[in-house]
């Protein structure tokens, strides 16, 4: 096993200070300027932002003339200098244009399929701007409502194509897969980390295509974050984390890190701690609706709280006991000594 890390880049998305909106109502909290939520990151704590490509660069220019959207990702960057802070990821938003009704790389629509390629490569133009090697595909719809609607075998070499065109057109960059089951496909071709990593090895750079795992994907597809999370480690392939926690099989909740499973956050960060993991960890936190404008940072500044005091935890663990235990399989007195642990005893 890697040493342990002494310390943790903390990171979170734009996003992850939002008004409120749900499919079942408006905002409740005013949309804050991009500049105000920059202001916030060091007062609570973290150290990276990670961007949608059009969080960097104004959604009216995205479609425009390359050279317009370099300088737009140059003014970004001198916010985030003046901020004193760094950029981890870029990730193209393929899910919110008319072009990607239908998905982005596995549209069933010629066009389609080839403006999903070509705003990638800006998405690669921005990171380098902004001083990243990092480009997150978060394949949002990059899959079906109904199974008969694309030929999935076709969906998945399209995929491993449109990877192939990204790590032409940028010799240095890292691609990283974030999946997710379900929400807002019915089915994804890539439902799991598991899924993506398979693919990985059939690029043409496998050594720059890895992962991304999001605690609440893991949990949507029935698995366990931390086994997920060991598995993508052991290839050498964990690039970045999105902790939070999931209620179950519904929607995505992406509640604050550990508020729903203590000992599921436990074992994440006690894997993350073991395994070496040396990306950022990523927050990806929804406020609840019902969050005071005041408070729309808190479950931010409370997820971070919450891996900082796991960390204690997991470091406090004696690995001698734990190892004298499974040497007398007695699992009844491991999962006492874990669960005391987690009550602070
Ligand atoms: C949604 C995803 C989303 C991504 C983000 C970065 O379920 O978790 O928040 O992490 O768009 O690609
Ligand atoms: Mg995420």
């Given at each position: 096993m890697a040493a342990a890390k002494t310390s943790y880049k903390f990171t979170f998305g734009p996003w992850n200070i939002s008004t409120g909106r749900d499919p079942f109502g408006p905002e409740v909290r005013k949309e804050l300027a991009f500049a105000a939520k920059?202001?916030?990151?060091?007062?609570?704590?973290?150290d990276g932002v990670q961007f949608h490509d059009d969080d960097a660069v104004s959604p009216d220019l995205i479609d425009g003339d390359p050279a317009a959207i370099e300088k737009a990702a140059t003014k970004m960057k001198k916010i985030l200098d003046g901020e004193g802070l760094f950029c981890e990821f870029v990730a193209p938003r393929l899910w919110e244009h008319p072009k990607t009704i239908d998905g982005g790389y596995t549209s069933n629509s010629v066009s389609d399929r080839k403006y999903a390629i070509e705003r990638s490569k800006r998405a690669i133009d921005i990171a380098n701007v902004l001083g990243t090697k990092d480009i997150?595909?978060?394949?949002?719809?990059e899959g079906t409502y109904i199974r008969e609607a694309k030929?999935?075998?076709?969906?998945?070499?399209?995929?491993?194509?449109?990877v192939n065109a990204m790590l032409d057109y940028d010799k240095t960059i890292?691609?990283?897969?974030?999946?997710?089951?379900?929400?807002?496909?019915?089915?994804?071709?890539?439902?799991?980390?598991?899924?993506?990593?398979?693919?990985?090895y059939r690029t043409n750079e496998p050594s720059r295509v890895g992962v991304l795992i999001?605690?609440?994907?893991?949990?949507?597809?029935?698995?366990?974050?931390?086994?997920?999370?060991?598995?993508?480690?052991w290839h050498g392939k964990l690039w970045s984390v999105h902790l939070n926690d999931q209620n179950g099989l519904k929607y995505d909740q992406d509640k604050v890190f550990g508020s729903v499973d203590l000992r599921r956050a436990f074992n994440t960060v006690w894997v993350l701690e073991r395994g070496?993991?040396?990306?950022?960890?990523?927050l990806d936190v929804k406020a609840m609706r019902s969050t005071k404008p005041g408070d729309q940072t808190?479950?931010?500044?409370?997820?971070?709280?919450?891996?900082?005091?796991?960390l204690e935890v997991a470091?406090?663990?004696?690995?001698?006991?734990?190892?004298?235990?499974?040497?007398e399989r007695d699992y009844e007195g491991l999962e006492m000594y874990v669960l005391q642990k987690l009550m602070g005893k």
């Amino acid at each position: 096993m890697a040493a342990a890390k002494t310390s943790y880049k903390f990171t979170f998305g734009p996003w992850n200070i939002s008004t409120g909106r749900d499919p079942f109502g408006p905002e409740v909290r005013k949309e804050l300027a991009f500049a105000a939520k920059l202001r916030e990151y060091k007062k609570l704590g973290f150290d990276g932002v990670q961007f949608h490509d059009d969080d960097a660069v104004s959604p009216d220019l995205i479609d425009g003339d390359p050279a317009a959207i370099e300088k737009a990702a140059t003014k970004m960057k001198k916010i985030l200098d003046g901020e004193g802070l760094f950029c981890e990821f870029v990730a193209p938003r393929l899910w919110e244009h008319p072009k990607t009704i239908d998905g982005g790389y596995t549209s069933n629509s010629v066009s389609d399929r080839k403006y999903a390629i070509e705003r990638s490569k800006r998405a690669i133009d921005i990171a380098n701007v902004l001083g990243t090697k990092d480009i997150v595909l978060w394949l949002a719809r990059e899959g079906t409502y109904i199974r008969e609607a694309k030929d999935p075998m076709a969906s998945i070499g399209r995929i491993v194509d449109a990877v192939n065109a990204m790590l032409d057109y940028d010799k240095t960059i890292r691609i990283l897969g974030e999946m997710k089951p379900n929400e807002p496909m019915d089915q994804a071709y890539l439902p799991t980390p598991g899924h993506w990593l398979g693919l990985t090895y059939r690029t043409n750079e496998p050594s720059r295509v890895g992962v991304l795992i999001e605690s609440a994907h893991s949990i949507l597809a029935g698995l366990d974050p931390s086994d997920d999370m060991a598995y993508v480690l052991w290839h050498g392939k964990l690039w970045s984390v999105h902790l939070n926690d999931q209620n179950g099989l519904k929607y995505d909740q992406d509640k604050v890190f550990g508020s729903v499973d203590l000992r599921r956050a436990f074992n994440t960060v006690w894997v993350l701690e073991r395994g070496g993991f040396n990306g950022c960890v990523g927050l990806d936190v929804k406020a609840m609706r019902s969050t005071k404008p005041g408070d729309q940072t808190k479950h931010l500044s409370n997820s971070r709280q919450m891996f900082l005091r796991m960390l204690e935890v997991a470091r406090s663990v004696d690995a001698e006991k734990v190892e004298a235990f499974r040497a007398e399989r007695d699992y009844e007195g491991l999962e006492m000594y874990v669960l005391q642990k987690l009550m602070g005893k």
